[in-house]
């Protein structure tokens, strides 16, 4: 369990017993003083106890990771971990095609110095690279 020092206005009316319109109604007023963080309305606990919405001592604990603020926390560390493993993916790819281009190269120029001892006047094949 953690205590946050900030909920979201519907983790905060779950806790007050409230409703999450209630909230915002009171933000409208002007008597409750709410932010944003990540796109998201938050209130602070201790604003909630000044209003009066909760006592002092009262428990605001959520499990972690229930909060809404976690919740695109959680997604957006699945993303980076998604791309992380693309990004592996791309780059052991990108390593393999090196490795295929350098044998590539290599073999033509074998073939070229074997075509000039063959046919030694001949430019049949005039190095490009």
């Given at each position: 369990?953690?205590?946050?020092?900030?909920?979201?206005?519907?983790?905060?009316?779950?806790?007050?017993?409230?409703?999450?319109?209630?909230?915002?109604?009171?933000?409208?007023?002007?008597?409750?003083?709410?932010?944003?963080?990540?796109?998201v309305r938050?209130?602070?606990?201790?604003?909630?106890?000044?209003?009066?919405?909760?006592?002092?001592?009262?428990d605001?604990?959520?499990?972690?990771?229930?909060?809404?603020?976690?919740?695109?926390?959680?997604?957006?560390?699945?993303?980076?971990?998604?791309?992380?493993?693309?990004?592996?993916e791309?780059?052991?790819?990108?390593?393999?095609?090196?490795?295929?281009?350098?044998?590539?190269?290599?073999?033509?120029?074998?073939?070229?110095?074997?075509?000039?001892?063959?046919?030694?006047?001949a430019?049949?094949?005039?190095?490009?690279?």
């Open positions: 369990m953690t205590t946050p020092r900030m909920l979201t206005l519907s983790d905060a009316a779950e806790v007050c017993g409230t409703t999450k319109k209630a909230l915002e109604r009171r933000a409208e007023r002007g008597t409750l003083d709410v932010g944003r963080r990540g796109g938050v209130v602070e606990v201790s604003e909630l106890v000044r209003v009066g919405l909760l006592d002092a001592g009262a605001v604990s959520l499990p972690a990771g229930n909060s809404a603020i976690d919740r695109p926390l959680a997604v957006l560390a699945r993303r980076v971990a998604e791309a992380d493993a693309d990004l592996a791309l780059r052991a790819a990108l390593d393999a095609t090196e490795s295929a281009l350098r044998r590539a190269r290599e073999d033509a120029r074998l073939l070229r110095t074997r075509l000039a001892q063959v046919a030694p006047g430019d049949l094949l005039a190095e490009t690279a």
